[in-house]
């Protein structure tokens, strides 16, 4: 009787420890269950990156299609120029450029402001016919003209237009990737589109023509290819905001071509927009940026010419002549804007008009003075 329940003692011990046996292992492999689920886990946050990878690649095709788009929704904003009327159904004939004088403008207003260079469309008042990209042929009058800046704006009676987005030229950067559009050559060539990137900023450079020599200031410069025909388009980002007016191209060397900077014209263009007019106020100076100081004044010290522009010339009876301004002054500074280029100070006088007051921080050798006088108008 004692050994029956001695037997059952040690049954009941044994079964105990085989339960509890079964019950660790059963633990342990709920444990390595979890583990290897966590593992799955990671796994899927790796085909996560892939997928991610592939949608880099599908953004980048997306970035390409949306340039693509740009670029045909810009051309549509471009208009063809000639200072002769063509006989046919559009200024896009077999004829040469050099037959019509044919070059480019891009639509900056509904109402049919067109901005271009001054040597495509003749001086202010002057007459040009348009050509648009539907082919529609319209007389334009050029409303404003600036020989200097070769920069102009022709007016045609016109509503309802597509027109361009102005970009900010000056935060732009060197390497940054432009269009040029315009049209190069004739009929065949209409509306091209060039590449390339901004190659520098603030360039100037010595034109001669008819026995005289000019200097363009402050342009950009573009690798982009820019042929005769495309002068007075547009430069472009790949977002379409146009930051330039192309003009003209070196002709001793391959991807040298030049653009006007936008911003110069951008307060000309608002004052037409808002009252269909623009009285341009002046200084009476002729003034410099410090790269062409020595080809004016080899005498003048430029190492200390950090900021400011130079005063070539004083304009007899002039808004500044019969004022303390003296030629070779620098002027530092206009009513507290700091001037570094000449097209700082264009862009500033174009806001004003005629008979508002400035001052002038003026730099005369190791003097400093301030300035008063009165805008003229121009």
């Avoid at 549509?76 to 559009?90: A, H, P």
């Avoid at 990209?133 to 334009?140: D, K, P, S």
């Avoid at 800046?149 to 016109?158: E, F, P, R, T, Y």
């Avoid at 080809?295 to 019969?322: C, E, H, K, R, W």
């Amino acid at each position: 009787m004692g050994r029956r329940k001695k037997n059952k003692s040690k049954k009941i011990i044994f079964v105990s420890v085989f339960l509890i046996f079964i019950w660790i292992f059963g633990f342990y492999l709920y444990t390595t269950y979890q583990n290897i689920e966590i593992n799955e886990s990671n796994y899927t946050a790796e085909r996560q990156l892939s997928t991610k990878t592939e949608q880099t690649v599908e953004n980048v095709e997306e970035n390409s299609t949306t340039v693509a788009d740009m670029l045909e929704e810009t051309t549509k904003k471009v208009v063809g120029i000639s200072k002769l009327k063509n006989t046919g159904s559009s200024i896009f004939s077999s004829s040469e450029e050099g037959t019509l004088g044919l070059g480019t403008g891009f639509i900056v207003t509904s109402d049919g402001y067109i901005v271009s260079n001054s040597h495509v469309t003749g001086e202010k008042y002057s007459k040009c016919y348009i050509t648009l990209e539907n082919g529609i042929n319209y007389e334009g009058t050029v409303a404003w003209s600036d020989t200097d800046l070769d920069l102009s704006i022709v007016k045609i009676n016109a509503k309802n237009l597509p027109y361009v987005e102005l970009g900010d030229s000056n935060s732009i950067r060197v390497g940054e990737t432009v269009y040029a559009i315009g049209n190069p050559i004739g009929f065949e060539f209409r509306r091209t589109v060039t590449s390339g990137i901004i190659s520098a900023k603030n360039r100037t450079i010595k034109i001669d023509e008819e026995d005289k020599s000019s200097y363009m200031t402050d342009l950009i410069q573009t690798d982009a290819t820019i042929n005769p025909g495309n002068s007075g388009g547009p430069l472009i980002y790949p977002n379409g905001e146009v930051i330039g007016i192309n003009t003209v191209k070196i002709s001793t060397a391959e991807g040298i071509g030049f653009a006007i900077p936008i911003n110069i014209i951008k307060p000309i263009i608002e004052s037409f927009k808002q009252t269909g007019t623009f009285e341009e106020a002046t200084i009476g100076i002729y003034a410099y940026d410090k790269e062409v100081v020595p080809y004016l004044d080899s005498s003048y010290n430029v190492i200390d010419f950090n900021t400011g522009i130079y005063v070539a010339q004083i304009t007899p009876n002039g808004p500044a002549d019969n004022t303390e301004l003296e030629e070779a002054d620098i002027i530092t500074s206009i009513d507290g804007k700091q001037l570094n280029t000449m097209n700082d100070l264009r862009e500033y006088i174009y806001t004003k008009k005629p008979n508002d007051e400035v001052t002038l921080q003026v730099k005369r050798g190791k003097l400093t003075k301030e300035i008063k006088l009165v805008l003229g108008k121009k």
